[in-house]
């Protein structure tokens, strides 16, 4: 008498039993594909906060150059750029860069603190937004003239042999 074999059938529309847990399923196929997203998001969002410099992949230490020469940070320009009671605009740092009186150099962030427009200009002794009409002093960034109620935020940075770097 021939026995009978345990072998187990695959029917269609049904999984074999011994198949791992979420594997080659649709699902597993899913729950694996989320799970790596969510890898990658915390990995591009969970930085060091090392970079305050914006990512402009400098030599890693995170703004404090303080004095020192060969310093990681953004290079600007020159200083001789900078007129004393003025200032510029680094639209592509973000950054605006003044000189309150000689040798005195201060950097605030370009975005107004009232709608996020950039600013437009330094004239007059104030930081001036196109979009609403907002000034800001270049002494030290407070509000001159509404309808911003917050002053811009202050950047470092360095300014050796006549180059402004941020920090």
Not at 122 to 150: L, M, W, Y
Request: proline share 6%.
């Amino acid at each position: 008498m021939p026995q009978e074999s345990e072998t187990q059938v695959d029917e269609p529309g049904r999984a074999p039993q011994d198949a791992p847990a979420g594997g080659g399923t649709r699902r597993g196929l899913l729950v694996g594909a989320g799970l790596a997203g969510i890898a990658g998001l915390a990995a591009a969002c969970g930085g060091s906060g090392d970079d305050e410099a914006g990512g402009s992949g400098g030599g890693g230490n995170g703004g404090a150059s303080g004095g020192r020469q060969g310093g990681g940070g953004t290079a600007l320009g020159s200083a001789a750029e900078i007129p004393v009671g003025g200032g510029k605009v680094f639209k592509d740092a973000k950054v605006v860069v003044c000189q309150p009186t000689q040798g005195e150099f201060k950097a605030y962030s370009s975005k107004c603190t009232h709608r996020g427009c950039d600013v437009g200009s330094v004239s007059g002794g104030t930081i001036n937004c196109p979009c609403h009409g907002s000034k800001f002093k270049i002494a030290d960034g407070s509000v001159a003239n509404p309808p911003a109620d917050e002053p811009l935020e202050e950047k470092r940075i360095t300014v050796q042999g006549g180059k402004i770097t941020l920090a």
